[in-house]
Structures are given as structure tokens and as C-alpha cells.
């Protein structure tokens, strides 16, 4: 009888267990956290106050919140995406590019104007202002760049570089340094010759001698990407329109590179992306 009575329990156990999973399955999308990624282009701290006021804003409509997570690089943020492990996602163009080519879920909403209220930013090539170049041995130029998803990385830099120099980047020294300020930063210090980066984070840098010397196409502005394997339709049309329909004294309370406005997506907002080499064809690591 002892028997029976402990197998009864053991299967009463496994059947609250069944139980629980079918209840945590069926919940309602809308009783979980959500989570907004991005990589971490400057310091966390400050990555946090930029974007920390748009997610409350989008909060109050959907009832639920939304929690940030930092990602180390394009290549982890779109393996997470792919998991369903990102509901939404501040990515650059090309990325956003890769990821819509390797999951059907992804949909960019919006993407966020540049300072004069338009779609679209250039990537730049830059140099320190006192420096000469080699020009005559182009292949001795160590060049920093972002990293190899980044729109500014060696996909955009490459022409640029080509153009400048009349020589190719694969015959230089080029490096991923990750962050766009600190490409800058190392141009400054000495340790690269050129760097590429968006033109927003050079001209922050002008002032300490960082000269801009080729500007790329415009490409389309940063977007919000969302998930629609993991957000209703009804969760995807609230972020889209709170975003869309934000005013003014609150969006500019939001961090500097996402604080003048945002438009909507179209069918031809990637456009332009087709004058870049293909995605394919970027290396994943520097050659020194």
C-alpha cells in the first residue's frame, strides 16, 4: 500500500509540473518582461540614460515592462534575435540587413531621424589633422575600424578607403576597435592612421584635431526592430504608433543620437544599401 501511495505522489508531482509549463506557455505575451537590445557604442551608464526614457515612454502604453540588454557585438544580438531571446532592437542598417536576411521575424518600425529631422547619417573616413600620410606606401596605413556588422565598419569604409587612397583596405593594417568613439579616439592617440566611424561621433571629435577627409552615401538612419515572433500584432501597432506619434518635449529628452524624431519604415527605406559590396564578403577579424 506504502508503495502505491508514494507512486500516486510521485505522479501527482509530475503532473503539477506538466501543469505549470502548459500555464507558463499559455500565458498572454503581454505578462512578461520584455527585453530592448542594443551594443554598447559608448559606456554603459550612459547608453542606459539615452535609452531609459524612450522604454519608459513605450511602457506606459503597453502595459508591461521593458528591460535593456547590453550585447557585445552584431554577430551575439542577431544570434539572440534569432532565439527569440530580444524582443526589440536599436541596430544599424547593415545589421538590420543581416537579420531580416536570416529571420523572417524581424521587423524594423522606425528609424530615428539625424539632427536635421531627416532619415539618414553618412559614415566618414578620418585622419588627425596635423598627420602626413604615407600616401606613396599606402600599405603601410593601419586603419581602425568598428566592427564588421557596423554600417560604418569595414563594409563603408572600404570604398572610402579605395577612393582616398587608390589602394584597397585588404592590403593595409586594419583593426576592429568595436566602439565608433573609440576608432576615434585611437586615430587621436596616435595608433591608427585613418578610422571609420559615423559622421555625428567624428564631428564630436573635430575640436580635438580629428579631420574628416571622405564621406560615404547616405544610408538609412538606426532602427527599431521588432520581433514578431514574441510581440502580438496589437503590441507591435502600439510601439509603432507611440514611437511615430511621440511629441516633441518628449523624444528630445531622449538620448542625443535618438532625440529628433523618428519615421516610419517603407519598402524602399534600404534602398541605397545596394551601392555597398555585399555583407558577405566583410571579414569577421582584423588582419594585425
Excluded at 503539477?16 to 509549463?21: E, N, R
Excluded at 520584455?34 to 522604454?55: C, H, Q, R, V, W
Excluded at 538609412?220 to 501597432?237: A, D, K, M
Aim: aromatic share 12%; hydrophobic share 40%.
Amino acid at each position: 500500500m506504502m508503495y502505491v501511495e508514494i507512486l500516486e505522489k510521485g505522479e501527482s508531482m509530475r503532473w503539477i509540473s506538466y501543469v505549470g509549463l502548459i500555464v507558463i506557455l499559455l500565458l498572454p505575451l503581454e505578462g512578461r518582461e520584455l527585453i530592448f537590445a542594443s551594443l554598447p557604442y559608448k559606456n554603459n551608464a550612459g547608453i542606459l540614460e539615452d535609452f531609459t526614457p524612450m522604454l519608459r515612454y513605450l511602457e506606459s502604453d503597453l502595459n508591461q515592462s521593458v528591460n535593456f540588454r547590453f550585447e557585445p557585438s552584431y554577430r551575439k544580438l542577431i544570434a539572440d534575435f534569432i532565439d527569440d531571446k530580444i524582443d526589440m532592437a536599436y541596430m544599424g542598417p547593415l545589421p538590420t540587413l543581416a537579420l531580416m536576411k536570416q529571420d523572417a521575424s524581424a521587423l524594423p518600425v522606425v528609424t530615428f531621424n539625424n539632427a536635421e529631422g531627416k532619415n539618414g547619417y553618412r559614415c566618414v573616413l578620418v585622419k588627425f589633422a596635423p598627420d602626413i600620410l604615407p600616401m606613396e606606401h599606402p600599405q603601410t596605413l593601419k586603419v581602425a575600424l568598428t566592427e564588421p556588422l557596423s554600417t560604418c565598419g569595414y563594409f563603408s569604409t572600404a570604398p572610402l578607403i579605395q577612393t582616398f587612397t587608390e589602394a584597397p583596405l585588404s592590403s593595409m593594417h586594419y583593426r576592429y576597435v568595436h566602439t565608433h568613439d573609440e576608432a576615434a579616439l585611437s586615430v587621436l592617440r596616435g595608433e591608427f592612421h585613418l578610422g571609420g566611424m559615423k559622421e555625428s561621433i567624428a564631428e564630436s571629435y573635430r575640436s580635438l584635431g580629428l579631420e574628416i577627409i571622405a564621406y560615404s552615401p547616405i544610408v538609412p538612419g538606426f532602427t527599431l526592430v521588432v520581433n514578431t515572433q514574441t510581440l502580438s500584432q496589437e503590441q507591435i501597432e502600439t510601439i509603432r504608433a507611440r514611437l511615430l506619434n511621440a511629441p516633441y518635449k518628449e523624444y528630445a529628452s531622449w538620448g542625443k543620437e535618438i532625440s529628433f524624431g523618428v519615421q516610419a519604415v517603407h519598402a524602399d527605406t534600404y534602398r541605397s544599401m545596394q551601392f555597398f559590396p555585399d555583407i558577405e564578403s566583410i571579414p569577421q577579424e582584423g588582419n594585425f
